[in-house]
């Protein structure tokens, strides 16, 4: 732990501005963090899958490699974060099961494991007769799926209020505030918002989807737009014990997270635009292919609906860009594992504010 006369400013304050704060603050530095609505970006409307092995997806071995890391990267914040108040980060290892509704979607299911197997990535085909408590809640025509071991979840709401807490009890002032600009020299970075203005000895911009403070100077080798997404929260049907959920329906990606007490999220839709609003046909698509795939929703409560901007970078990964001769980083295009990679990020952060300061 270093002496805390060091300081660093974070804009953002989604998953990967809380766990980039978190790690700087636990570094010895000393670290206010600006958001006007704090955890309601795209974290707010995500299902929290920690889920790299029913994320593969060809070309993407990279991005693959690093999700690996993620659970651990998680464990290890969780336990720094109860040894400090107590509380941790609830981590939910329960496995996904893979299923398709119809024939073409199957045929899809056995494309993906093949994908799965060049990625030595563990399955076992599955049997609703051999199997049943897997199958639990599941329309009888759906008998057969993959199951991949050691995906995982966490709840984001619980997550961001955990590390809310984690961060104030290290003295971290959360600043509901909107930075309008910012300026870096070699020496110090300054923000400036709405009535007033902060310097600090370096900065991180986390701001998700959203477009860049006046006065960052991106390379224009990354670029970040906005990918819209839905998830519904509905109440009355436990699957806590299963594993998670996927499943594609007529070419659809659906999803089940299935909280301990009934509480699920059902995601979710992507539309490559950056409206917060949601579309009668696009809560229609998804109610219908979680309503074929498990019945049992009919009977369920909605709670409500959430809606966020996936940031997506040109290749569909994670940057980091860096500006050391003005002391600021851009870390975005986490797209659709900001929630995975968060705490792997945050490390990115607490390396580049050490070199700069140092
Ligand atoms: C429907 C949906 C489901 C998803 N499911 C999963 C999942 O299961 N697993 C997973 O790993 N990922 C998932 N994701 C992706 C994940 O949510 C995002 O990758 C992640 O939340 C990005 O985090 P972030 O902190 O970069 O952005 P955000 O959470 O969007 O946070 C950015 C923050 O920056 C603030 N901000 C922006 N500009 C400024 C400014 N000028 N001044 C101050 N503050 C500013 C905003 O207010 C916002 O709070 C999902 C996303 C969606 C939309």
């Known amino acids: 732990m270093r002496s805390s006369t060091k300081s660093a400013i974070v804009v953002g304050g989604g998953i990967v501005g809380l766990t980039s704060a978190w790690r700087l603050a636990k570094s010895g530095y000393h670290v206010t963090v600006f958001d006007p609505t704090p955890g309601r970006g795209a974290t707010w409307a995500a299902a929290g899958m920690i889920a790299p092995h029913a994320e593969v997806a060809p070309g993407e071995r990279a991005n693959f490699d690093l999700q690996r890391q993620a659970l651990g990267a998680w464990q290890t914040?969780?336990?720094?974060?109860?040894?400090?108040?107590?509380?941790?980060?609830?981590?939910?290892?329960?496995?996904?099961?893979?299923?398709?509704?119809?024939?073409?979607?199957?045929?899809?299911?056995?494309?993906?494991?093949?994908?799965?197997?060049?990625?030595?990535?563990?399955?076992?085909?599955?049997?609703?007769?051999?199997?049943?408590?897997?199958?639990?809640?599941?329309?009888?025509?759906?008998?057969?799926?993959?199951?991949?071991?050691?995906?995982?979840?966490?709840?984001?709401?619980?997550?961001?209020?955990?590390?809310?807490?984690?961060?104030?009890?290290?003295?971290?002032?959360?600043?509901?505030?909107?930075?309008?600009?910012?300026?870096?020299?070699?020496?110090?970075?300054?923000?400036?918002?709405?009535g007033g203005s902060m310097r600090a000895d370096a900065g991180i911009l986390a701001t998700g989807a959203f477009g860049l403070p006046d006065g960052a100077a991106p390379s224009g080798e990354h670029s970040v737009r906005p990918v819209r997404g839905m998830t519904v929260r509905i109440d009355g049907i436990d699957r806590s014990s299963a594993p998670t959920l996927r499943c594609l329906?007529?070419?659809?990606?659906?999803?089940?997270?299935?909280?301990?007490?009934?509480?699920?999220?059902?995601?979710?839709?992507?539309?490559?635009?950056?409206?917060?609003?949601?579309?009668?046909?696009?809560?229609?698509?998804?109610?219908?292919?979680?309503?074929?795939?498990?019945?049992?929703?009919?009977?369920?409560?909605?709670?409500?609906?959430?809606?966020?901007?996936?940031?997506?970078s040109t290749n569909l990964e994670p940057f980091f860009e860096q500006w050391p001769e003005r002391r600021w980083a851009w870390s975005s295009g986490h797209f659709r594992h900001g929630i995975t990679l968060a705490p792997l990020t945050a490390c990115s952060s607490l390396e580049f504010v050490d070199r700069v300061t140092a």
């Not at 336990?79 to 398709?100: F, N, P, S, Y």
């Not at 539309?271 to 046909?281: K, M, Q």
């Not at 698509?285 to 929703?297: G, K």
């Open 77 to 194: 914040l969780s336990g720094e974060l109860e040894a400090q108040i107590g509380r941790r980060v609830h981590l939910h290892v329960t496995g996904t099961l893979l299923t398709g509704w119809d024939a073409g979607d199957r045929r899809l299911v056995d494309q993906f494991r093949q994908v799965a197997d060049d990625f030595k990535v563990t399955s076992a085909i599955v049997r609703r007769d051999s199997h049943p408590e897997v199958f639990i809640g599941l329309s009888d025509r759906i008998s057969t799926g993959l199951l991949l071991d050691g995906d995982a979840w966490l709840d984001p709401d619980q997550a961001v209020a955990v590390l809310r807490e984690g961060l104030a009890s290290l003295g971290v002032d959360v600043v509901t505030e909107f930075v309008d600009s910012i300026e870096g020299t070699s020496s110090a970075v300054a923000i400036h918002y709405h």
């Open 249 to 312: 329906v007529r070419g659809r990606p659906f999803y089940l997270v299935s909280r301990p007490g009934g509480y699920c999220v059902i995601g979710a839709s992507s539309e490559e635009r950056s409206g917060p609003l949601i579309e009668v046909g696009e809560l229609q698509r998804l109610l219908r292919d979680a309503l074929d795939v498990v019945p049992e929703l009919e009977a369920c409560s909605l709670v409500e609906t959430r809606v966020g901007l996936r940031p997506a």
